[in-house]
């Protein structure tokens, strides 16, 4: 979380390892993606093999997969600008304005729900995306470095107080890859918020699906495990898009400038990783008896439950704090005049709804079986993010509600998981 001390345009402090960290991941993480699509599609998908199963380089490139890319955009692009669904103002930026934001994510979901049906009842390949994988993923990868080299050139034509705190340090590296600009636009069209949940969560939905399509092909019939991955990860973007407008308050949305750093975690790394599993599934295929499956339903079911009630609670308590669903629940002053929650669901953990998410990140890994760690990639990446978010956000609670987020902190001792961290 960045510190809002700066007295200059300058931004000075650093993250993500400063100027260093800037330019090694930018190189550091596509290749990563595509290291863990080649290994996830070998026979032993093992990510100890050496050397490792690099593809040949014809298989790097398909004009098919460009021209996907490409189309995926503007019906995303089309479907956001339709004028179905609530229109809802972001918060007061530092000029004293509110944007406007349409909030119609759940029907791009649904639209493009409705269009691969019919995709699908016309006889369309959709397994072939299993062979699209890596000139897809190396078509979107390029698109976010293209995005962002533009997004750090039209920054300089922005007014000062549209940029952001955290990317303007005047090193070239560092600000392109945090991003200089709060909330770039081209009219009324905002890329951040497009790029946030939009072309990435429904393009990752839609590789399972093509993913499942392919297991089909090989084998006549979607696996239970096959199913599972497929259906806990829709309910999750499904949830994210039906709660599109929480996203107005996020630290992406609020805080961070766009720059490389969001637009390839949106736009590469989340539909190209999160999915992994269903991608080894359809080369390591796995049975699963009932129990398991419903043990990791049931799991999956418990981490959902206490994600989305811990986020709803959180954001109704800050919404209205008398509403009738949080006005019992008992909460500690600080010297902002805002309070904090020490009872229900936030009296519990500190962090109860990352609680939830690594929970459900653990079932979506279990169906494809415990004989090789790839699957597990996700839960292993996102448990680090997540201890590193929590941390960035108790120093930025700390700095804001000093000795009331001791006291919080004395009250409710565990971060993530009671009685362990
Ligand atoms: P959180 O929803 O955890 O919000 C943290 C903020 O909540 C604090 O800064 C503080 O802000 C407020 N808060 C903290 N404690 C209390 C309390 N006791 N009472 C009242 N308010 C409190 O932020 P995130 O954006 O990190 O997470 C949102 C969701 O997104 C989570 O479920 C997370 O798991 C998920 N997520 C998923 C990712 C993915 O890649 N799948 C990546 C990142 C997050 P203030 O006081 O200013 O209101």
Redesign the pocket.
């Known amino acids: 979380?960045k510190s809002n001390k700066h007295k200059s345009s300058h931004s000075t402090e650093r993250e993500f390892g400063g100027a260093f960290g800037a330019t090694c991941i930018p190189v550091f993480l596509p290749l990563t993606v595509l290291y863990l699509l080649s290994v996830c599609r070998s026979p032993a998908a093992s990510v100890l093999q050496w050397p490792p199963p690099l593809p040949p380089t014809a298989q790097l490139w398909d004009p098919v997969a460009a021209v996907l890319i490409a189309g995926w955009f503007a019906l995303q692009s089309f479907l956001y600008l339709l004028p179905v669904g609530k229109v809802s103002e972001g918060l007061v930026l530092k000029d004293g304005s509110r944007l406007k934001y349409p909030i119609n994510g759940f029907h791009a979901l649904w639209i493009t729900a409705v269009l691969l049906s019919v995709c699908l009842w016309l006889g369309m390949p959709l397994g072939y995306l299993f062979e699209l994988m890596l000139p897809l993923a190396i078509c979107a990868i390029s698109v976010s470095y293209l995005l962002s080299l533009y997004l750090y050139i039209r920054s300089f034509w922005a007014p000062k107080h549209a940029l952001s705190l955290g990317g303007n340090t005047g090193n070239p590296l560092y600000d392109f890859f945090m991003g200089r600009e709060l909330n770039p636009r081209i009219g009324n069209f905002d890329l951040k918020y497009f790029c946030e949940l939009r072309p990435g969560l429904i393009g990752w939905m839609v590789i399972n699906l093509g993913m499942l399509m392919k297991e089909v092909e090989l084998g006549g019939s979607p696996s239970l495990a096959m199913l599972l991955v497929n259906f806990f990860q829709l309910l999750?973007v499904t949830d994210a898009l039906w709660n599109e407008e929480?996203v107005l308050?996020?630290?992406?949305i609020v805080h961070d400038g766009f720059g490389f750093m969001l637009a390839f975690?949106d736009l590469a790394w989340?539909p190209f990783t999160?999915g992994l599993q269903a991608m080894f599934l359809v080369v390591h295929p796995q049975s699963l008896s009932t129990l398991g499956a419903v043990g990791i339903i049931l799991l999956n079911g418990i981490g959902f439950y206490i994600?989305r009630r811990?986020?709803s609670q959180?954001?109704q308590?800050?919404r209205d704090p008398t509403h009738k669903s949080v006005a019992h629940l008992e909460?500690i002053a600080t010297a902002t005049g805002?309070?904090?929650?020490?009872s229900g669901w936030?009296?519990f953990v500190?962090?109860p709804?990352?609680l939830?998410?690594?929970l459900m990140?653990l079932a979506w890994s279990l169906p494809c079986g415990t004989s090789h760690i790839l699957p597990y990639f996700y839960v292993i990446y996102?448990t680090i993010?997540?201890i590193h978010?929590?941390a960035r956000?108790e120093n930025?609670?700390r700095a804001?509600?000093g000795l009331a987020w001791d006291t919080?902190c004395k009250r409710?001792p565990y971060r993530i998981i009671p009685y362990i961290y």
């Open positions: 979380m999750y929480a308050t996020t630290m992406d975690g989340v999160y994600f811990s986020n959180k954001n308590f800050r909460t805002k309070r904090l929650l020490v936030w009296g500190r962090h709804n990352y939830g998410d690594l990140a996102f993010l997540l978010r929590e956000d930025h609670c804001k509600y919080y409710v």
